[in-house]
């Protein structure tokens, strides 16, 4: 199972890092792939913890990838780590073993402490389709312009339907990123 979350690390002088991340859960481990180069690879193999925020604010996956990562934090509770104030809950995990690989390494974790901080009320259709859109943002530069345009054209309708003004602001500062990509590829 893949759990969508924001993933807070950082590094040896405590500056932290949030980065969406499809976190991959077998059993009682959490493994984290992040790509080479990354500053969660780098801030995880140095500290060897991390925190795994669930969070319902779609801004925050949006803004990451867009610049805009400056998101209230406060101390986890028993691991040297940083914890999204909107996380409805976090799971704090400490790196337990290392698959190391050129491009993705696995990074086995396991939970220290867990806690829920309010109810998770479920998404709405746009609130998925903007997770959807911030996976489709941070793949760009893999996928064709036929590729993009389908997954665009598609998760515009239950955004139309459904989205309220934080899932509207997410979904604009994500679309400029698609529309300034489109245009280089077009001009090209």
């Given at each position: 199972?893949?759990?969508?979350?924001?993933?807070?690390t950082?590094?040896?002088?405590?500056v932290a890092?949030?980065?969406?991340m499809?976190?991959?859960?077998q059993?009682?481990e959490?493994?984290?792939?992040?790509?080479?180069?990354?500053?969660?690879?780098?801030?995880?193999?140095?500290t060897?913890?991390?925190?795994?925020?669930?969070?319902?604010?779609?801004?925050?996956?949006?803004?990451?990838l867009?610049?805009?990562?400056?998101?209230?934090?406060?101390?986890?509770e028993?691991?040297?780590?940083q914890?999204?104030?909107?996380?409805?809950?976090?799971?704090?995990?400490?790196?337990?073993?290392?698959?190391?690989?050129?491009?993705?390494?696995?990074?086995?974790?396991?939970?220290?402490?867990?806690?829920?901080?309010?109810?998770?009320?479920?998404?709405?259709?746009?609130?998925?389709?903007?997770?959807?859109?911030?996976?489709?943002?941070?793949?760009?530069?893999?996928?064709?312009?036929?590729k993009?345009?389908s997954?665009l054209?598609?998760?515009?309708i239950g955004?139309?339907?459904?989205?309220?003004?934080r899932?509207?602001?997410a979904?604009?500062?994500?679309?400029?990123?698609?529309?300034?990509?489109?245009?280089?590829?077009?001009?090209?």
């Open positions: 199972m893949i759990q969508e979350t924001l993933v807070t950082q590094n040896l002088a405590n890092h949030i980065a969406p499809g976190i991959h859960v059993a009682d959490f493994i984290i792939l992040p790509f080479r180069p990354s500053t969660t690879l780098d801030n995880l193999l140095a060897r913890c991390a925190v795994l925020n669930y969070c319902d604010d779609v801004r925050i996956f949006a803004g990451c867009t610049g805009r990562r400056d998101w209230p934090l406060r101390a986890s028993k691991i040297a780590g914890v999204l104030e909107a996380a409805l809950a976090h799971t704090e995990v400490e790196l337990i073993r290392v698959e190391d690989d050129a491009t993705r390494p696995k990074l086995f974790c396991r939970a220290v402490h867990s806690v829920t901080h309010a109810p998770f009320q479920g998404f709405n259709r746009a609130q998925f389709a903007v997770l959807e859109l911030a996976i489709l943002v941070s793949r760009l530069h893999m996928l064709p312009v036929a993009i345009q997954e054209q598609y998760l515009t955004f139309t339907k459904t989205a309220g003004a899932e509207q602001e979904w604009e500062w994500l679309m400029t990123v698609v529309d300034a990509h489109l245009a280089e590829v077009n001009h090209v």
